[in-house]
């Protein structure tokens, strides 16, 4: 698993997300996220913006930021 999928799982437990209302703001199935989420299919870039959007982040601050920045950016919205 790479630094960032990782980075992603941590935020979403972080903020109590499941994979499934993930995978449905996504517009995929739980299935297909999670297998995302372990590396084992690609995350398109349509993915990632969704993900900016499901955390409330803008897209360059989800792709940068480490996960501890990130928590307290989401924190103060």
């Known amino acids: 698993m790479t630094e960032f999928l990782l980075k992603i799982r941590l ?4 903020l109590n997300i499941s994979q499934y209302k993930i995978a449905l703001a996504l517009g995929i199935e739980q299935c297909t996220y999670s297998r995302i989420e372990r590396g084992e299919s690609p995350m ?6 969704g993900l900016a959007s499901v955390f409330c982040v803008g897209f360059n601050e989800l792709c940068a930021l480490p996960l501890e920045q ?3 950016l989401v924190d103060k919205k």
């Open 11 to 14: 935020l979403r437990t972080a």
């Open 44 to 49: 398109h870039l349509e993915h990632l913006f």
């Open 70 to 72: 990130l928590l307290l």
